[in-house]
């Protein structure tokens, strides 16, 4: 079993809707939680980051963390074309960055 | 420019020969990663390092050899290419050890 499960999608979903992404994870050590877009032949680039649990807001993006459930999730509100890419999940405890990273979920907007 | 690079972008080599992926970045980062990603395995960490000299292994090392002489440059070499080392390269770096890691534009290899 992969420490970090993400549904590979691909989620399409017309322009202006709410984009929904989460991941599941084992190990309970991670503290630190990450979610990269990556465009096609691109390399990933970081979009949120958020330290133990909680909620973080960054313009049409929010990221959320639950512990006790083990559970990640970003959603995307207002969706635009330019938002179709691989979101990849991605975590870490605090040893040296090493990054586990979710499968990643492509994402179609359609407009 | 600032930030961080790979080179070559692509390259294809045979098999058994030695290959060289390099990696350079301007913001002194002491935090030094190579990943790797392939459909159906997402990036998995092939070595990291966290100042120049300190290197060590990561999920998937096997095959492969890295140095850190300089802060800025992390080469990763491929001492013996084979075709299941065929996929994309991506090396990043990072201020802390919490994470927020930056990564370059990758390097495509085929194994042929």
């Known amino acids: 079993q992969k420490e970090v499960e993400q549904d590979p999608g691909p989620l399409s979903v017309p322009e202006g809707a709410i984009v929904s992404l989460n991941c599941t994870y084992s190990?309970?050590?991670?503290?630190?939680f990450m979610w990269y877009r990556q465009y096609s032949r691109k390399g990933p680039e970081l979009l949120m980051y958020?330290?133990?649990?909680g909620n973080k807001e960054d313009g049409r993006f929010t990221a959320q963390v639950d512990k006790s459930s083990k559970y990640i999730s970003l959603f995307i509100r207002d969706s635009q074309p330019s938002d179709s890419a691989t979101y990849l999940c991605?975590?870490?405890?605090?040893?040296?960055?090493?990054?586990?990273f979710g499968a990643g979920t492509q994402v179609v907007v359609t407009p | 420019d600032a930030g961080i690079t790979q080179s070559p972008r692509y390259k294809i080599t045979e098999t058994g020969r030695q290959v060289t992926l390099m990696c350079h970045q301007t913001?002194?980062?002491?935090?030094m990663f190579w990943y790797r990603q392939d459909l159906g395995h997402g990036l998995r960490l092939i070595y990291y390092?966290?100042?120049?000299?300190?290197?060590d292994k990561g999920e998937v090392p096997d095959g492969y050899v890295v140095s850190r002489s300089k802060t800025e440059n992390f080469p990763l070499t491929l001492e013996s290419a084979t075709r299941s080392q065929t996929s994309v390269y991506f090396c990043?770096?990072?201020?802390?050890?919490?994470?927020?890691?930056?990564f370059g534009q990758g390097t495509r290899l085929t194994v042929v």
């Open positions: 190990n309970s050590a991670f503290q630190y």
């Open positions: 390092s966290a100042a120049a000299d300190i290197t």
């Open positions: 958020t330290y133990s649990s």
């Open positions: 990043a770096s990072s201020e802390s050890k919490t994470g927020e890691a930056f």
């Open positions: 991605a975590m870490t405890t605090d040893s040296w960055g090493k990054l586990q």
């Open positions: 913001w002194s980062h002491s935090y």
